[in-house]
C-alpha cells in the first residue's frame, strides 16, 4: 500500500499554538520546490497581529507623501494661475501654457515611472525601490518649488512624475506579496485610508496658503514644499521594513527568505503572547490550506503578457486603466477649478475643495469593511457606475451644499474604486514579473491622464461642467463593461493560484 504524502498538514492549529514548524523535505520532492511551497504555505498562515498591521502602516507612511504630492496638482493649479504663470484654460488644444500642461506634465512623469522603470522593483527588491523613488521625487519637487518659469515647473513636475509612478507600483506589490490571502484587500484598504488623508491635509494647506505670500514667497511654493518633509521620515520606515519573501525566492535567495519569513513568525508570535497575557483573545491562524506545489520561479519577461493566460487579463486592464482615469482625474485633479467655471470665486473654490476633501479617507473606511467580503471586480464595477451617477448630478447643481455633497459622493465613490483596483492588477500576475505588469497596465491611465487633462480643459471651455460629466460618466460605462466580463475572480485565492 503507498504511503500518503507528507508535504504538508492539513490540520487547523488552535489559535493559542504557533504555526508548525516544516520538516525536511522528503527524498522523492525536488528541494527547491518544496521550500518555495512551504516558505509560501507559512507566508499564508500569519494572522492578523499588531506586527502584520504595523508593516502596512509603514509602507502607508511612504505613501501618505505620494499621495501628497500627486495631489497637490489640482490644489496649487488656482495659485499657478494667480502668479501668472500659466492660464485657467489654453487656446490651442496641446497648449502647456495652461493649467493643463501642468497637469499633463506630472502623468507624463507617471507614465515614464510605471512604463519603463516598473521592471525596477523587480529586479532590484520592493524595499530598495521604495525608499529610493520615494528620495527621488522628493528631490524633483523641492527644485520644481523654485521655478519661476512654466517651462522650468514643467520639466521637473514631469522628472517628479516619474518617481511617483515607480513608487505607486512598487508600494501595491509590496503589500500585496507580505499579506496572506485573506488580508489582501483589508491592507490595501488601510493603507489608502493613510494615504488619503493627504487630501484634505493639502487642500487645507492649498486653502490657507494659495491667496498669500508668506515671507515673499508665493503660497503655492509653501504647499509644495510641505510635502518634502517626507525624506526626513524614510530611514525610520526603512529600516522596519523586511524584503518581500517571495521577492527573495524568485530570485533564488531561499537562506535569506527563510531569515525573513522566521522573524515574521517570530513577530507574530511576540504579540499573540502579549496578547494572551493581558486576557485578550488572539487573532487565529488562518486555517490549513493545501496549497500546489510550484517551482521555483524563472526570471520573468514582460513578453509573458502577451501569452495565456496574461494576454487577455492584460487586455482587459490595458482598457479598464485607460478609462478609468478619465473618471478618477478628471474629477480629482480639477476639483477647484470645475467649482470656479459655476461661478464661485477662487477663496470659496478652495474652502468647498477642502470640505469635499475631508471625504477623502471615507471611502477607503467603507471598502476596508467589505474588502475581503466582496469579490473585487464587483466593487470596481459597482463604484464605477456611482461615479457616472454622482457626477452628472454635480454637473446639474450650482448651489453650494449640493456642489458639496454631489463632490463628497464622487470622492467616496472614487476612492472605493481605486481600492479595489490596486489590489485587483497586482493579484493578477505572478511575482517575478508582478512590478513589471503592474507598472506596463497602469501606465495607461498614465497615457489617458495626459489627453484627459487637456480633453477636460476642452470640454470646459465649450461645454461646461455638464459636457466635462458626460465625458466622464460614458468613460465610466466602458470601465464597467471591461470589469464585468472579462475580470477573473480573486477572492480568497493564493497570489499563486490566481497567477496560474
Known sequence: MSQPSRAFSLTTMPTSSPPPPFTPNPPHRDAAAYRVTAIRFRLERLPATRYIWSLVLLLSLGGWFEYYDLFFTAYVGPGLVRSGLFTSTSAAFFGFNGIAGFVAATFAGLLVGTLLFGFAADRFGRRLIFTTSLLWYTAATVVMAFQHSAQGIVVWRMIAGVGIGVELVTIDTYITELMPRQLRGRAIALSQIVGFTALPAVALLSWWLVPQKPLGLDGWRWVVLAGSLGAIFIWFVRRGLPESPRWLMAHGKFDEAERVTAAMEARVQQDRKRQAAR??????????????????????????????????????????????????????????????????????????????????????????????????????????????????????????????????????????????????????????????????????????????????????????????????????????????????????????????
Open 279 to 500: 486576557g485578550l483573545e488572539s487573532p487565529p491562524i488562518a486555517s490549513a490550506m493545501l496549497l500546489a506545489g510550484h517551482s521555483p520561479e524563472a526570471r520573468g519577461s514582460l513578453l509573458e503578457l502577451a501569452r495565456p493566460p496574461y494576454r487577455k487579463r492584460t487586455l482587459m486592464l490595458m482598457v479598464f486603466n485607460f478609462f478609468q482615469t478619465i473618471g478618477y482625474y478628471g474629477f480629482a485633479s480639477w476639483v477647484p477649478t470645475l467649482l470656479i467655471a459655476t461661478g464661485i470665486t477662487i477663496t470659496n473654490s478652495l474652502q468647498y475643495s477642502f470640505l469635499i476633501a475631508l471625504s477623502a479617507p471615507l471611502g477607503p473606511l467603507l471598502a476596508y469593511r467589505v474588502a475581503d467580503r466582496i469579490e473585487r471586480k464587483w466593487q470596481i464595477a459597482f463604484t464605477a457606475a456611482c461615479i457616472a451617477i454622482f457626477g452628472l448630478l454635480f454637473a446639474r447643481h450650482h448651489d453650494p451644499v449640493w456642489l458639496i455633497t454631489c463632490g463628497v459622493l464622487l470622492t467616496c465613490a472614487n476612492n472605493c474604486m481605486s481600492i479595489a483596483f490596486h489590489a485587483y492588477q497586482a493579484e493578477l500576475f505572478p511575482t517575478r514579473i508582478r512590478a513589471q505588469a503592474v507598472g506596463f497596465v497602469y501606465s495607461w491611465s498614465r497615457l489617458s491622464a495626459i489627453f484627459t487633462s487637456f480633453l477636460i480643459a476642452f470640454f470646459l471651455r465649450h461645454y461646461g461642467t455638464r459636457g466635462v460629466f458626460a465625458f466622464i460618466a460614458a468613460a465610466m460605462v466602458v470601465v464597467v463593461l471591461a470589469i464585468s466580463i472579462f475580470g477573473p475572480r480573486t477572492r480568497g485565492l493564493a497570489l499563486e493560484d490566481i497567477a496560474q
